[in-house]
């Protein structure tokens, strides 16, 4: 076991039950943070098509005919998934996505915009297909928020911001008081900060890897519950149906916990170098 | 013979104005045993920090191992202080056993817990703790928190100790106890400098005893 490893082990070993909760309370706010930051990004509504479903790019929704059978809309399905311009197909029924007609449609998800285009050509020559509808990059991208939520979102992400730094100084604080002895025998031992400071960095990166975790469980989630209730989504938070918009979500979200992470470990490492560490100050 | 230790006009202000060291000029020769006695605030401390390169100089030369303590980079002073055994006035070990004390120390500098077991049981052992490495070291009495205290100065092998009043708080029985294990360090090799507010133990009139009074140094011989 290496010496850095030896020495974090250590320092989770001084975390007691009280130290333990403020950390706990540290990843609460983090992940409050990012979901606030992610709110920007999947709360609000699409300013695609009024009265359409919310598409994202590459996406598109095929108006079957009423007078499809059963074994039609089930060829037709086949056919379509089979072509290698398409990602994915799921049939629905237009009132599940609040569409004033009668019949199913597919949502068929190219694999990218140039392959969608092509698709779409090859779709509409197919019998029974009555219309589709696309969006065009900007317009999949843009999610509309009212002013007000948007600037509630934005005193939430720096409360929540700075609580966990707070909260973090706070927690870090107490845990290096019972960790002050070990720190003391370092200093005696000619050790250098470098080699005391990573693993109480590290400490934070890990509250910041939960919260990025915990972020990404979150997101998907919703996700997949806004699938199955796309009605009730759309109006809500749209940008929770597209599934390209959840992963960048994801993705930067989780960066962002990691590097608020970092910065918590950063303020909680220069804790080490107050002359109650000192052996002689 | 060659020198350890080597202060030329050695001064040091407290924070609060007070003159701390006065021109403090002592050499310290390898296979040394010193004792600087003075009274409280008489500057031991300081001078311990200094030279264990746990205080910023501020005027005068500190040559340890020939090199100057003032001039030395970051990374430098590191080194040097681990060449260096320091027990500091009231030290306080860790909440854990006599022996993950020791282990510890050596597993933070990079020893793997074999080798750090190995120099931490002969380290005790030199010190006569082997019969209590499985006790809490915060529940010893002072007596054996002070042989603690040496063996993990001693437990990296360096060549010169720095004890800051070692004796403190100690029966005069237990202080002889003290000096006949410093004495026995020092035949073995250590160069040794501690420092005492009170008389020496009788044991330890043989010693080399230097007065530190109101900051500056009076040699006995």
């Known amino acids: 076991m290496s010496r850095f490893l030896f020495l974090f082990g250590n320092l989770l070993g001084a975390i007691n039950r009280r130290i333990g909760s403020l950390f706990l309370g540290v990843v609460g706010l983090i992940v409050a943070a990012l979901l606030i930051f992610a709110g920007f990004f999947l709360v609000g509504e699409t300013t695609g098509q009024e009265n359409g479903p919310a598409l994202a790019p590459g996406e598109m929704v095929v108006y079957l005919s009423p007078q499809l059978s059963s074994d039609g809309v089930q060829s037709l399905y086949l056919k379509i998934r089979d072509m290698p311009e398409t990602k994915t197909i799921n049939y629905r029924f237009a009132q599940e996505l609040g569409l004033d007609q009668a019949g199913g449609v597919f949502i068929i998800q190219a694999l990218n915009a140039s392959a969608a285009a092509s698709l779409q050509e ?39 911001i700075a609580g966990s730094l707070i909260l973090a100084r706070y927690a870090f604080s107490l845990l290096l008081d019972r960790f002050s002895a070990e720190i003391r025998l370092l200093r005696l031992a000619g050790t250098p900060e470098r080699v005391f400071q990573p693993p109480v960095v590290a400490l934070g990166v890990l509250c910041g890897i939960i919260a990025a975790m915990l972020l990404v469980v979150v997101v998907y989630l919703a996700h997949f519950l806004a699938l199955s209730h796309p009605q009730a989504t759309i109006h809500a938070a749209c940008g929770l149906l597209l599934p390209g918009r959840v992963l960048m979500v994801g993705l930067v979200g989780s960066l962002i916990g990691i590097i608020l992470g970092g910065l918590i470990g950063v303020l909680g490492a220069s804790l080490t170098s107050r002359d109650r560490f000192q052996i002689y100050s | 013979m060659s ?14 104005g007070i003159k701390v060291l006065d021109d403090v000029h002592l050499r310290v020769n390898r296979g040394d045993l010193v004792f600087l006695v003075g009274p409280a605030a008489a500057g031991k401390s300081v001078l311990i920090g200094l030279l264990g390169t746990q205080i910023e100089p ?73 019969s209590k490495l499985a006790h809490v070291a915060t529940e010893l009495d002072p007596f054996d928190r002070v042989r603690l205290g040496i063996a993990l100065s001693i437990c990296d092998e360096p060549l010169l100790l720095l004890l800051d009043d070692p004796f403190v708080g100690l029966s005069s029985e237990e202080q002889e106890q003290i000096y006949e294990l410093l004495a026995q360090l020092n035949r073995r090799g250590f160069t040794i400098l501690a420092t005492t507010r009170d008389s020496i133990p009788r044991a330890g009139s043989s010693a080399r005893i230097v007065k530190l009074v109101d900051g500056r140094v009076e040699e006995k011989s």
Request: with cysteine; glycine share 8%; aromatic share 4%.
């Open chain 2, 3 to 16: 020198v350890i230790i080597q202060l030329s006009e050695l001064s040091f202000v407290s924070e609060d």
């Open chain 1, 122 to 160: 090859t779709i509409r020559e197919m019998p029974g297909i009555t219309s589709i509808d696309s969006v065009t990059e900007a317009r999949g991208a843009n999610v509309s928020l009212s002013s007000a939520l948007r600037l509630g979102l934005l005193v939430g992400l720096i409360v929540s």
């Open chain 2, 58 to 130: 501020q005027q005068g030369q500190i040559l340890v191992y020939g090199r100057n303590i003032a001039r030395l980079s970051r990374k430098k002073a590191f080194d040097l202080r681990r060449q260096i055994g320091l027990l500091p006035q009231g030290f306080v070990p860790l909440q854990k056993t006599v022996m993950e004390n020791v282990t510890f120390k050596m597993r933070c500098l990079g020893d793997f817990r074999e080798q750090a077991e190995e120099k931490a049981l002969a380290a005790l052992d030199q010190v006569g703790l082997t």
